[in-house]
């Protein structure tokens, strides 16, 4: 073998090769769904989107509401979770469709809310969904109803259900409004995460839930979360998978890493190697929003007392309630304040009065957002000679003002 010195083509070619790299942003995760959402769950800021406005039918993810629902029942105090629940011919697993994913439920066991729940969450039963929607609403149609009333109170235009399992092509949702929802269910129902998400197996029935003399069709069966990222992934604890033949692979994913969560909707998978590449997609997208991306309270500029006019008072602080921002990583330092001041306070006035706005802008001179300056306390008005003085002194600032 012989040693030659590099040639000047060959300087070249790498000189080229190592710009290209520089040139070309890798950040942006390529994914090989359809459709798909990241936001940071704690201020909200979207942090990816693709196709994120076309409607898609979201299989069992559907189940998400269902549970929501059930939720809502408990604490309406109708049900508990302790509650057992009749298990009709209708919602038996022998009456479920082909293909139907089951918790594998039948007519006459001792089955409680939670272990439905459960196998909601875990098993994606379709036949628990039935049982669960018979003991909330009488039936299935009244419980679809109670998902598409909430559906609309919670402003989801292009998202409507037919069943309580996702089983149908026709539910639909797109990627957006599903994480939309996914918002309002994390925050009303915090602990369904650790009691029904973060779950990796479930495993029905036991010997409890069979009638003495009774049996089963089946023992014992285990099946495991379909969101294999669980316990694989960092910080993942959530939320629902979902499949038929006319959505492809879908998946409501969510993680919490140091106190930051984020939430993903993925949709569209293709049907070859779905499940991997759903995988694939969704470890992609939080590497890329926790990687790449900072949430953090911005720190406010210091606000100096402001003058009162006609009070008993002087002077009065001010405060702004501002909210936490996500912003990718190299621009946190590049963020300035914008204060505009209003007109001058003039006593009395209550609490939370208005002073003047603030506004965040980022390195572009974007607004990111903007917030009220307002007032700590009420102030009374003052004496009669401090009235009189403050008024000549606000009609001359209004005359040199003009």
């Given at each position: 073998?012989f040693?030659?010195?590099?040639?000047?083509?060959?300087?070249?070619?790498?000189?080229?090769?190592?710009?290209?790299?520089?040139?070309?942003?890798?950040?942006?995760?390529?994914?090989?769904?359809?459709?798909?959402?990241?936001y940071?769950?704690?201020?909200?800021?979207?942090?990816?989107?693709?196709?994120?406005?076309?409607?898609?039918?979201?299989?069992s993810?559907?189940?998400?509401?269902?549970?929501?629902?059930?939720?809502?029942?408990v604490?309406?105090?109708?049900?508990?979770?302790?509650?057992?629940?009749?298990?009709?011919k209708?919602?038996?697993?022998?009456?479920?469709?082909?293909?139907?994913?089951?918790?594998?439920?039948?007519?006459?066991?001792?089955?409680?809310?939670?272990?439905?729940?459960?196998?909601?969450?875990?098993?994606?039963?379709?036949?628990?969904?039935?049982?669960v929607?018979?003991?909330?609403?009488?039936?299935?149609?009244?419980?679809?109803?109670?998902?598409?009333n909430?559906?609309?109170?919670?402003?989801?235009?292009?998202?409507?259900?037919v069943?309580?399992s996702?089983?149908?092509e026709d539910?639909?949702?797109?990627?957006?409004?599903?994480?939309?929802?996914?918002?309002?269910?994390?925050?009303?129902?915090?602990?369904s995460?650790?009691?029904?998400?973060?779950?990796?197996?479930?495993?029905?029935?036991?010997?409890?839930?069979?009638?003495?003399?009774?049996?089963?069709?089946?023992?014992?069966?285990?099946?495991?979360?379909n969101?294999?990222?669980l316990g694989?992934v960092?910080?993942?604890?959530?939320?629902k998978?979902?499949?038929i033949?006319?959505?492809?692979?879908?998946?409501?994913?969510?993680?919490?890493?140091?106190?930051?969560?984020?939430?993903?909707?993925?949709m569209?998978?293709?049907?070859?190697?779905?499940?991997?590449?759903?995988a694939?997609?969704?470890?992609?997208?939080?590497?890329?929003?926790?990687?790449?991306?900072k949430?953090?309270?911005?720190?406010?500029?210091?606000?100096?007392k402001?003058?009162?006019?006609?009070?008993?008072?002087?002077?009065?602080e001010?405060?702004?309630?501002?909210?936490?921002?996500?912003?990718?990583?190299d621009?946190?330092?590049?963020?300035?304040w914008?204060?505009?001041?209003?007109?001058?306070?003039?006593?009395?006035?209550?609490?939370?009065?208005e002073?003047?706005?603030?506004?965040?802008?980022?390195k572009?001179?974007?607004?990111?957002?903007s917030?009220?300056?307002?007032?700590?306390?009420?102030?009374?008005?003052?004496?009669l000679?401090?009235?009189?003085?403050?008024?000549i002194?606000?009609?001359?600032?209004?005359?040199?003002?003009?």
């Open positions: 073998m040693y030659k010195k590099p040639t000047v083509l060959a300087f070249a070619i790498l000189f080229l090769f190592c710009f290209s790299l520089q040139a070309f942003d890798f950040s942006q995760p390529e994914l090989f769904s359809h459709s798909a959402v990241l940071d769950f704690n201020s909200g800021f979207l942090l990816y989107e693709k196709n994120a406005d076309e409607i898609i039918p979201p299989a993810m559907a189940k998400l509401m269902t549970l929501h629902i059930v939720f809502n029942a604490r309406e105090g109708y049900l508990s979770f302790d509650k057992y629940i009749p298990i009709s209708q919602s038996s697993f022998i009456s479920s469709p082909p293909r139907s994913s089951l918790m594998f439920v039948e007519e006459g066991q001792i089955v409680t809310l939670l272990e439905l729940m459960k196998g909601l969450a875990v098993s994606s039963g379709n036949d628990a969904g039935i049982a929607a018979e003991a909330v609403a009488g039936s299935v149609s009244a419980f679809v109803d109670l998902m598409n909430e559906a609309k109170k919670l402003g989801l235009e292009k998202t409507f259900f069943d309580t996702g089983y149908s539910n639909r949702t797109t990627a957006r409004e599903f994480a939309k929802f996914c918002f309002f269910y994390i925050r009303k129902n915090p602990d995460i650790p009691m029904l998400h973060s779950l990796t197996e479930f495993t029905y029935p036991q010997r409890r839930n069979i009638p003495q003399g009774g049996k089963s069709t089946h023992g014992p069966i285990t099946q495991s979360n969101n294999n990222l694989i960092e910080g993942v604890d959530g939320l998978t979902g499949y033949d006319e959505s492809g692979f879908n998946i409501a994913l969510t993680a919490e890493r140091e106190g930051r969560r984020l939430l993903a909707v993925i569209g998978c293709p049907k070859e190697n779905g499940i991997e590449n759903r694939l997609d969704g470890e992609a997208l939080l590497s890329y929003g926790f990687d790449n991306f949430t953090f309270y911005p720190k406010i500029p210091a606000l100096s402001n003058k009162v006019y006609k009070g008993k008072e002087k002077n009065i001010l405060r702004v309630i501002v909210p936490p921002i996500t912003l990718p990583i621009d946190v330092d590049k963020i300035r914008e204060i505009e001041w209003g007109a001058p306070l003039v006593a009395p006035f209550p609490i939370a009065t002073a003047g706005k603030i506004r965040l802008l980022d572009n001179g974007a607004l990111i957002f917030r009220n300056i307002i007032t700590t306390a009420e102030v009374e008005k003052g004496s000679l401090r009235r009189f003085c403050d008024s002194v606000l009609f001359f600032k209004n005359i040199f003002s003009k």
